[in-house]
Structures are given as C-alpha cells and as structure tokens.
C-alpha cells in the first residue's frame, strides 16, 4: 500500500530537548517536504527537497532542520524546541512523474512545553 | 509566502445544496490544486488542474480557472453531510519548486 509514514504521531516534549520526526515514504517520490499546520494559519511550508542531498527553505525553516541521505526519508529535526514550534506536523511526497499530487501522511502532533 | 488564498474561510450549508470554494493566489502557476482534510488527519488529494485548463470534473467536484484572474473555484454539488471537511488549494508556482504552498482554507460544514 503506497503510503507515507511519521513517528511519533503524538509528543509532548520540554523545551530544548532535541527531538526528530521522522518520515518515510514507499512510493520512490523525487519529492518530500514538511509543513505545520497552526489554527488559522492553514499550512505553511518548512523545507522542502526535489531529492537525495537536495534541501531547501520553505516559508517558515527557524528553529528546523532537515536531511535527505535516501530517498525515501525525510526526517525534521528540532535542535532546540521552543514552545512557539507547538504544532500539527504534516510530510509529504510526490513525484513530477505522476503530476506533482501530494500524499500526506497523518500527521505529528508536538507539545513543547 | 502563502500563496493562495481561499473564501470563504468558514461556508455553512445543508444537505443537498451546492458549496462554492474560491482560491485566489498571487503569481503564475504551473498547476492548482484542491485537497481535503477531515479533522486534524492528512490531506487527501482531490483534483489538480494545469494552468494551460480552465475546468475539470471529478465526481460531484467541479474545479475552474481563470489565470487572467489568478483564481479558481471549486463547486461540490448536491453535497452531503461526509464532505463536511476543511478545503485547501496549493499552487506550484512557475518556475519555482513543484512542490505546492497553501492557502489557510475553507471549513465546509454540510447539515443533514
């Protein structure tokens, strides 16, 4: 079954505790990227990658970072959360190949206290 | 930046009824495209439409474009309560990533 993958996909953390989220797609996407969805914010984009080794800044990277050293992972890294980074968490891939329609996985939702 | 933007934000109708969705964005696009989201879960792909087509159907989903605008619509006929949801277009802006940004949405209620 093509699908996307996140862990956790609940984490209630303190902040400045380092923690990762990954991401893991089976579908052989070019494509990953990472989004948060706040209320009234709908989604914003964090970084984004077109592949293997090839990342780039969304609308909102601060305090994020991310890696991509195959293709099928993507994980987001908080080095040092902070409570404003309290949020839903949304990966997703696609391909060019197959029009660029974005699968989503279900989401991480993160509590930094 | 965001960039598109859809209106209404919050659309209340009943059982049957049509529901009209407008998305407006800023810049030329390769493509658009409507998802959906149930109540905090991922998003579902609904339908992409080219920047080159101005109308396409899916089911009960009927998707228009109007690039001189920089706006689209999205109608869902004869709705039903299962399609109460929030709607969120994304725009792959030209010559930028493919990778689509998007809007804040519009929280679709339908009464039975």
């Known amino acids: 079954e093509a699908q996307v993958t996140q862990n956790p996909r609940y984490l209630i953390t303190v902040t400045g505790k380092k923690l990762t989220v990954t991401c893991s797609q089976n579908m052989n996407h070019e494509y990953m990227s990472w989004y948060r969805q706040d209320p009234g914010l709908g989604l914003r984009q964090i970084y984004y990658s077109m592949n293997v080794e090839v990342t780039d800044k969304g609308d909102v990277p601060e305090g994020y970072k991310v890696s991509r050293k195959e293709k099928r992972n993507f994980p987001l890294i908080l080095e040092s959360p902070s409570p404003n980074q309290t949020s839903l968490y949304f990966c997703a891939s696609s391909s060019p190949m197959t029009g660029g329609e974005l699968f989503f996985g279900e989401g991480s939702r993160l509590t930094v206290l | 930046s965001q960039q598109g933007e859809e209106d209404p934000q919050a659309l209340s109708i009943q059982e049957g009824e049509n529901a009209t969705m407008n998305c407006s964005y800023k810049?030329?696009?390769?493509?658009l495209q409507w998802y959906r989201q149930n109540s905090g879960r991922g998003l579902v792909h609904l339908i992409l439409?080219?920047?080159?087509?101005r109308e396409k159907h899916s089911g009960r989903l009927r998707v228009t474009l109007d690039t001189s605008k920089k706006s689209s619509s999205l109608l869902i006929t004869a709705s039903r309560a299962a399609d109460t949801a929030s709607y969120f277009c994304?725009?792959?802006?030209?010559?930028?990533?493919?990778?689509?940004?998007f809007g804040r949405g519009t929280s679709l209620i339908v009464h039975p």
């Open positions: 439409i080219r920047s080159n087509e």
């Open positions: 810049t030329s696009i390769n493509n």
């Open positions: 994304a725009t792959a802006a030209s010559g930028g990533s493919y990778i689509p940004t």
